[in-house]
């Protein structure tokens, strides 16, 4: 899951980008409005998370010039205990949720696994092809009912997979949902992570399309 952190307050911005990344989830964060909306125009996310009081251009302004757009990437919109005139605004404007600081941590990640799934229009949290189960909840793999552990990176490259199975998803989308701005990897970062993944989970429903990408499910022609 990629995020967008849109925080101006330094120590808030840092501590949730780095909570989020120890999730394996890719955060990039920016620090007021027009950051924000350069970033929602030219890049791809599963979900934003929006304070409402930032320098330059307000969050309420990001929100509705993103729904303006006709994007409908979830928003969770961030504001202060005190303010329900902007909670009122915020789910008005078009944001699918909101948060009071402080929040807990738990209950940030709860509400994003909510929202993406929703979105997704999956009724059921847990993902899965043929005897290969993932659920984002309890972060459990299993495969034949057998619990597989995973690093939190080779747990997002599954997801992605899991999220369309058969659907062959780029190494570049795999990479994007590895990795927020200004972190480096490796060119064959995600042929490790495969590689990683079938060592663990079996090499029959993970499959590379050379030159395309790669998917989970049974086996069809042209892959490997
Ligand atoms: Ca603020």
Known sequence: MRVLLVEDD??????LRDALRGQGLAADW???????DAALASERFDAVLLDLGLPGRDGLEVLRALRARGDTTPVIVV??????????????????DYLVKPFELDELLARLRALVRRHGGRAHSVLGVADLQLDPATREVTRGGRPVLLSARE???????LERPGAIVSRARLE??????GEELESNAISVY???LRKKL?????????GLGYYAGPAKDGAR
């Open 155 to 161: 747990f997002a490259v599954l997801q992605a997979l």
């Open 202 to 210: 079996g090499d029959d429903l993970l499959h590379t399309v050379r």
């Open 10 to 15: 330094t120590m808030i911005g840092e501590s």
């Open 79 to 96: 504001t202060a205990r005190d303010a329900l005139p902007d909670r009122v605004r915020g789910l008005d404007t078009g944001a699918d």
């Open 176 to 181: 994007d949902r590895l990795y927020g701005w």
């Open 194 to 196: 495969m590689h990683q």
């Open 30 to 36: 920016v620090r007021d409005g027009r950051a924000a």
